[in-house]
């Protein structure tokens, strides 16, 4: 059974870039046809989908989120990360990383100076 767990700073300063890393479990990231994702649920409001990296090492973003965000991965460490720039408060939220139905536990990133 594939796991996944996030990890990352809690608070991060507007106009910094947040980065949080998904470590995998039971699984490989390379394999084949496997799509990893980053959604994150500010509060209050629903999901939201940020992007995935695909088995290919591939990448797609949410077009509303594609100028600021960049998912790439280390398959030494069967890891992959997500970096979003220039936050602000908007981006206050709960981060997870998922395949499918398996997703982490989610981490709590709040922007704030």
């Known amino acids: 059974q594939v796991q996944l767990q996030e990890s990352g700073p809690g608070l991060v300063k507007p106009s910094q870039t947040l980065s949080l890393t998904c470590t995998v479990s039971g699984g490989s990231i390379t394999t084949n046809y496997y799509y990893w994702s980053w959604i994150r649920q500010p509060p209050g409001k629903g999901l939201e989908w940020i992007g995935y990296i695909a088995y290919s090492g591939s990448t797609y973003y949410s077009p509303s989120l594609k100028s600021r965000t960049s998912i790439s991965r280390d398959t030494s460490k069967n890891q992959f990360t997500l970096q979003l720039s220039s936050v602000t408060p908007e981006d206050t939220a709960v981060y997870y990383c998922?395949?499918?139905?398996?997703w982490g536990q989610g981490t709590q990133v709040t922007v704030s100076s």
């Open positions: 998922a395949r499918v139905s398996q």
